[in-house]
């Protein structure tokens, strides 16, 4: 992962910020959260630079449990440790879950009406669209990244095609392309470690 300059950027004043900050994020990400984390945490609070926050958001999706949640306790461990790390996971969760056993509870009479339904179908295609958008957004960071960018590109195009063409499960899919995107950019770091050592 890249290493966070502390003295370059912004970061969360004390754990109430952190926990409040990671609260707003949460009650604002029904359906799906990359788009407003993005936003959030690179664009508005600039915790987080966007070459950083694609290397800690390909982490949290590798990891077992929520990505947003394994987020943010990447985030509150790096500027607190392990109470930032327990603070942040407490602002992702608090509020939502209230808000999800109220939902529960009333939604259980209406679940299969049409309307409800429909209104879930629609949800869903705007949730897709900000997650597309917010993909766009990000790939101008592919630029820097260690692999480079024809890579990124050629990893991106493997994973599309056994996914979505050849129903290739997820997990051989990140097995198979994931070793080797590993193993490439092991390479291309010795590579850049080794012309630092010369000069």
């Not at 945490?41 to 950083?52: A, D, Q, S």
């Not at 992702?92 to 009333?106: E, H, S």
């Not at 997820?170 to 770091?189: F, H, S």
Request: hydrophobic share 55%; glycine share 12%; aromatic share 8%.
């Amino acid at each position: 992962m890249a290493a966070h300059q502390d003295g370059a950027s912004p970061r969360p004043s004390s754990l109430a910020d952190l926990f409040w900050s990671f609260t707003r994020l949460a009650l604002q990400g029904f359906g799906g959260v990359l788009a407003i984390v993005q936003r959030e945490l690179v664009e508005e609070k600039r915790w987080l630079t966007p070459e950083e926050f694609m290397e800690d958001w390909a982490v949290a999706q590798i990891l077992p449990g929520p990505n947003v949640v394994n987020l943010s306790m990447m985030i509150g461990d790096r500027y607190f440790g392990w109470r930032g790390a327990l603070t942040a996971v407490a602002g992702m969760l608090a509020f939502p879950l209230l808000i999800v056993l109220t939902l529960a509870a009333l939604f259980a009479g209406i679940a299969d009406s049409p309307g409800t339904q429909g209104a879930l179908r629609g949800m869903g295609a705007v949730a897709a669209g900000l997650i597309a958008g917010t993909g766009l957004k990000l790939i101008s960071s592919l630029k820097k990244n260690i692999m480079g960018a024809p890579v990124c590109w050629s990893l991106l195009a493997i994973t599309f095609i056994a996914i979505a063409l050849l129903h290739v499960p997820l997990a051989w899919v990140l097995l198979g392309a994931g070793t080797l995107a590993c193993v490439w950019a092991y390479r291309q770091l010795g590579k850049v470690q080794a012309l630092g050592a010369k000069e």
